[in-house]
């Protein structure tokens, strides 16, 4: 993949996050050459925080910097972090210390008593069944970010053929281990939870496992690439076929 | 501290919401799992400091009251946070200051006198297997908790301790702060964030110069004030890593504190974050109850907050 010179330069800009937290936004907007920088700050600022730091939040365009103010005080804090950046602009490519992410393939069932939204899909883009799933099945997606429950990785950018906007009504109850999209973005919910992403098929992936080494599956970052099965494979690899209600109910959750 | 684990209490009526809390589950935040810990880490704190544990030692957030426990052996305790008008064996319980109880002796909550949530400690602290870290109970996401799973509470269940949770007590005189009073209106002191300034004056001048109300839409992962709405000029951001006691407007312009349970990211614009102790207050506020919020500087709020570190050691 190729950049034009200044396309996905950073212009970092360091925002309070309340007392124990400094925001560095790096970009404006979402790319996927934003992930190596983005990356690169992370791991430059494990060590140079070291016991002080408390927690690290990536997201597409941010990463939420959480320390022990009783450690190192705000100010001193934010001084590290721009002396953190001035080095990390002045490297050349700090995408070649950047590996790229591991790649995962996903085993995925697509059908309609799993995917209550994948023929209202099919509608909204026009397409048949099978061209939605070769569709969303036919690109490699990158984990931009984790966050809305434990191992849930919002991934894209996924084609803007399948862009549809959120159900108006969110489930209640989404089945774990269901595919969905939203707007540009694809995901695979870890547990039963609300949800108002419009569903498409299930996966067999175990997605966040506590007794899992790194807990989640899908880290900031890695690869991602949903591998159509028919159900008999989908059954054999340990997935539910269980179907679920084709009604959206429930009240709004945000 | 000892390494043996005893069943120290039973769980009679388990109540609305009490739940398992240490100091909370860090370094996981990049996976979307929450931060946990206690809603109120200045009561949460105290009661451990009454109990002659050290800081992070799990203790139980008693919410609106309702529980009632049997002890099964001598125990140690403290509680400190709110009046819930607790009671041993029908008697009212000393509330922040250590007391000793004996095998058989029933405490119950009742209902909100002063404050919200109460927080029990016991001497050595109560016992679970740690999940990702930390045993603090996060209901929504499965996490932590006496079964590991976020599972409340339920009567019936018996509560592992440590093993020298009757043995030890807090035996040094401890200089204990004057219980707050939770039923005042509560000021919160906020750090202006990055998007203040995309807030329009009138509305600026309205979150630092009205009365908010909480809202009865309260949690442990955020709590709504109703008041003027208050109007900025972006209506969402693309998500990023929000810290506790964000204050965030979303659309309707009613501002959300967001505290310990908070989603990992978010999008909306946000007026700035409480300070630690501001949102330790809130947490302890009823609906209906009054708040103000107050801009504070950086150097202030830590200087606040070094105070009340260092008073726990004393």
Known sequence: ?254 | MSEYTVIGLRVERAGPLALLQDAGRFGVRRLGVTQGGPADLHGWAWANRLAGNVWGTPVLEVTFGGLALVAERDLSIAVAGADLAATLDGEPLALWRPVSIKEGQTLAFGTPRNGLRAYLALAGGFRAEPVLGSVSCVVREGLGGFDGHGGKLAAGDRLAVSGEAGERVAREAVSVPEPPDYTAPATLALLPGAQVADFTGASLYAAFNSRWRVDDRADRMGVRLTGPRLNCRIGSLISEGIGLGAVQVPPDGQPIALLNDRQTIGGYPRLGALTPLAASRLAQCLPGQEARLVATSSERALCDYRLFRRSLER
């Open chain 1, 1 to 254: 993949m190729s950049h034009g010179m200044n396309r996905n330069q950073p212009t970092p800009r360091i925002e309070s996050a309340g007392l124990d937290g400094w925001l560095v936004r790096l970009f404006s907007t979402i790319d996927v050459a934003n992930l190596a920088w983005l990356g690169a700050l992370a791991r430059r600022c494990e060590a140079a925080f070291g016991e002080a730091l408390v927690d690290l939040v990536p997201s597409y365009t941010t990463l939420l910097v959480v320390f022990d103010p009783l450690r190192l005080s705000p100010e001193a804090a934010r001084r590290r972090l721009a002396d953190l950046l001035a080095d990390l602009l002045a490297d050349p490519a700090p995408e070649q210390e950047t590996e790229a992410g591991e790649f995962h393939e996903l085993l995925t069932w697509y059908d309609p008593s799993v995917g209550p939204d994948l023929e209202r899909v099919a509608q909204h883009a026009n397409m048949s069944l099978e061209a939605v799933i070769d569709c969303h099945a036919g690109q490699t997606y990158r984990v931009f970010a984790l966050g809305f429950a434990p191992g849930f990785a919002f991934m894209g950018l996924l084609d803007r053929r399948l862009e549809v906007p959120r159900l108006d009504t969110p489930r209640q109850r989404v089945p774990v281990n269901s595919v969905a999209i939203a707007g540009r973005q694809t995901a695979a919910y870890p547990a039963v939870s609300p949800g108002g992403w419009n569903l498409l098929g299930r996966t067999t992936a175990r997605l966040f496992d506590r007794d899992r080494e790194g807990f989640s599956l899908l880290r900031v970052g890695d690869r991602v690439r949903f591998v159509p099965v028919d159900r008999a494979t989908f059954e054999r690899h340990g997935g539910d076929a269980t179907p679920m209600e084709t009604r959206p109910r429930g009240r709004a959750y945000e």
